[in-house]
């Protein structure tokens, strides 16, 4: 039905991606402001592009997506920033998300496993952060809008997310997430995943 999220992965060249490729890329990964990780690809080449990046002080953003019941722990220690959706946070925890309560205990049990910041995003319902530095959850809501299609809306998020920690270091880290639900919102309200930010002329101005 409408604005209901269809995925299917096919992952095919994704899965090829090795260790040799890693070292070919690590220059690159340890000249950049942030690195941004999945599980897209073999987690273990995954997390070691995270080690990579800490090891030479880049910041370190991990979206568990698709979720694995076993994540290795080391990507939390790994992970500046773990950035997971309901459905993702239930898989690594066992606890389903249904409420702000919900992400909150989700948000502490993995600050427990070592996470530096949490962000479980809620759909509609915006995102809750937590983080060893500020224990006190803070629900950061999103606007209200028509969604047509919510697939890639999650990719959106830690992708406007990064952006906003690689060129916007100064602003706090609520209002990158209130900038990046923004973007999230724009690509939810037409079909397929290919949001056109930045080049959408009727975006809000103050997301730059």
Request: hydrophobic share 40%; proline share 6%; net charge negative.
């Amino acid at each position: 039905s409408l604005g209901q999220n269809v995925i299917v992965i096919v992952p095919g060249a994704n899965l090829l991606l090795n260790f040799e490729d890693l070292k070919r890329a690590s220059d690159v990964i340890c000249k950049a402001k942030v690195v941004v990780c999945q599980l897209e690809i073999t987690p273990a080449v995954s997390l070691e592009a995270l080690k990579m990046a800490r090891a030479n002080g880049v910041k370190t953003l991990f979206n568990p997506a698709p979720a694995l019941a076993d994540l290795d722990p080391q990507f939390y220690t790994y992970s500046d920033i773990f950035c997971c959706n309901e459905t993702e946070a239930e898989i690594l925890t066992g606890i389903p998300v249904g409420n702000l309560e919900d992400a909150e205990k989700v948000g502490r049990m993995l600050l427990e496993r070592g996470c530096k910041l949490v962000i479980v995003t809620l759909g509609a319902e915006g995102c809750m952060m937590i983080s060893g530095e500020e224990p006190i959850p803070k629900h950061v809501p999103a606007g209200k809008v028509r969604a047509v299609d919510t697939t890639g809306a999650g990719d959106s998020f830690v992708g406007a997310l990064a952006f906003y920690l690689a060129y916007y270091p100064k602003l706090s880290m609520e209002e990158m997430i209130r900038k990046s639900n923004c973007v999230a919102s724009v690509s939810v309200q037409a079909p397929g995943t290919q949001s056109s930010y930045p080049y959408r002329k009727d975006l809000p101005q103050d997301l730059f």
